[in-house]
C-alpha cells in the first residue's frame, strides 16, 4: 500500500536551517507530483510547495517563496524540503503528500507529519 | 490569491442526519475544488477532487457539487466516523490555498 514517511522535524532556532525527508514507498514515486502541506496545532491547512513528477516544475506559497526548496531523488523514492531562514511563524506539523497524477491534481495520500518547532 | 470562505465554521448535527458544507472562492476556479477530512491527531484524507469526483474508497455519501464560485459537500447520512474537520482546496491557480474548514461535531 502507499506509505509516506516523514523526517527531519525538530527544534531549530529562528535564522538557521532545517531539511525534511519524506520516504515513499508502494508507488511508482517517479511518476506523481508531491506536495508539502502544513499545519499550525489547532489551526487550518497551508500548502507549501509542490513539485512536479520529473523535477522540472517547482510551485510555493508566498510565505515560505525565496526561503525553502523542495526536490526530489527519483532513485532512492525520497521528496525533500530544505527551509532556510526559519521564522518561530514556520513551527507547524509539516504533511507531504502524494497527487493524483504528475503536477498538481489533488492531494490523494498523506504522510503522518513531522513537527518543525522554530524558538530560541 | 484566490480566497476560500467556507461556512458554517460549526455545524452539529445527529447521526444520521444530513450535512451540508459549502465553500466559496473569491474568483471563478470552474471546477478545480477538493474536499477533505481531518479526524484530531490523524492527517488529513481527501474525499472529493475536482468539485464532484469521490476518491478512492470513499463512500457514497460524501458527495461534492457546484463550479464557478459555490461549492458545496453533503454527507448523506452522518456516521459515528464522520464527525470530523472539512477543508475545501482550489488548484485553479498558485498559490493552492485552502479554506478554514467546517467542524462537524455530535449534536
Known amino acids: 500500500q502507499v506509505q509516506l514517511v516523514e523526517s527531519g522535524g525538530g527544534v531549530v532556532q529562528p535564522g538557521r536551517s532545517l531539511r525534511l525527508s519524506c520516504a515513499a514507498s508502494?508507488?511508482?514515486?517517479?511518476?506523481?507530483?508531491m506536495h508539502w502541506v502544513r499545519q499550525v496545532p489547532g489551526k487550518g491547512l497551508e500548502w507549501v510547495a509542490v513539485?512536479?513528477?520529473?523535477?522540472?516544475?517547482?510551485f510555493y506559497g508566498d510565505s515560505v517563496k525565496g526561503r525553502f526548496s523542495i526536490s526530489r531523488d527519483n532513485s532512492k523514492n525520497t521528496l525533500y524540503l530544505q527551509m532556510n531562514s526559519l521564522r518561530v511563524e514556520d513551527t507547524a506539523m509539516y504533511f507531504c503528500?502524494?497527487?493524483?497524477?504528475?503536477?498538481?491534481?489533488?492531494?490523494?495520500?498523506w504522510g503522518q507529519g513531522t513537527t518543525v518547532t522554530v524558538s530560541s | 490569491e484566490i480566497v476560500l470562505t467556507q461556512s458554517p465554521a460549526t455545524l452539529s448535527l445527529s447521526p444520521g442526519e444530513r450535512a451540508t458544507l459549502s465553500c466559496w472562492a473569491s474568483?471563478?476556479?470552474?471546477?478545480?475544488l477538493a474536499w477533505f477530512q481531518q479526524k484530531p491527531g490523524q492527517a488529513p484524507r481527501l474525499l472529493v477532487y475536482?468539485?464532484?469526483n469521490r476518491a478512492t474508497g470513499i463512500p457514497a455519501r460524501f458527495s461534492g457539487s457546484g463550479s464557478g464560485t459555490d461549492f458545496t459537500l453533503t454527507i448523506s447520512s452522518l456516521e459515528p466516523e464522520d464527525f470530523a474537520v472539512y477543508y475545501c482546496?482550489?488548484?485553479?491557480?498558485?498559490?493552492?490555498?485552502f479554506g478554514p474548514g467546517t467542524k462537524v461535531d455530535i449534536k
Open positions: 503528500a502524494k497527487d493524483l497524477r504528475e503536477e498538481a491534481y489533488g492531494m490523494a495520500v
Open positions: 508502494g508507488f511508482t514515486f517517479k511518476s506523481y507530483g
Open positions: 513539485i512536479s513528477h520529473d523535477g522540472t516544475r517547482k
Open positions: 474568483q471563478d476556479i470552474g471546477s478545480y
Open positions: 475536482d468539485a464532484s
Open positions: 482546496q482550489q488548484r485553479r491557480d498558485w498559490p493552492l490555498t
